[in-house]
Nanobody, 120 residues
Framework: QVQLEESGGGLVQAGGSLRLSCAASVRTFRRYAMGWFRQAPGKDREFVTAINWRDGSTYYGDSVKGRFTISKDNAKNTVYLQMSSLKPGDTAVYYC?????????????WGQGTQVTVSS
């Protein structure tokens, strides 16, 4: 069973930066896309960003455009989320997820999450 493991969360001041990582436990894990989601207390889960594993196309939620960057390292089997100009509103548990099938094309693997706290 493939596991996704996030790391890199923590406490940062507003305006600061953090980089999250998400590694898959199985090197031969075939995926079509990977993404990052977040959930703040009392709020619904929110899409943050995603990357097409084949061609590297990226997609961003409106609230993070221009501040967050998703990238991948195929050799390390890892996806990254570089977060800059962080705001208190970015405080949430961040989850990485993967799409391993074309049908249905939905996220079917999830990490356990990593906490990001942005202080004002």
């Amino acid at each position: 069973q493939v596991q996704l493991e996030e790391s890199g969360g923590g406490l940062v001041q507003a305006g600061g930066s953090l980089r999250l990582s998400c590694a898959a436990s199985v090197r031969t894990f075939r995926r079509y896309a990977m993404g990052w989601f977040r959930q703040a207390p009392g709020k619904d889960r929110e899409f943050v960003t995603a990357i097409n594993w084949r061609d590297g196309s990226t997609y961003y939620g409106d609230s993070v455009k221009g501040r967050f960057t998703i990238s991948k390292d195929n050799a390390k089997n890892t996806v990254y989320l570089q977060m800059s100009s962080l705001k208190p509103g970015d405080t949430a548990v961040y989850y990485c997820a993967a799409i391993s099938r074309l049908e249905p094309y939905e996220y079917d693997y999830w990490g356990q999450g990593t906490q990001v706290t942005v202080s004002s």
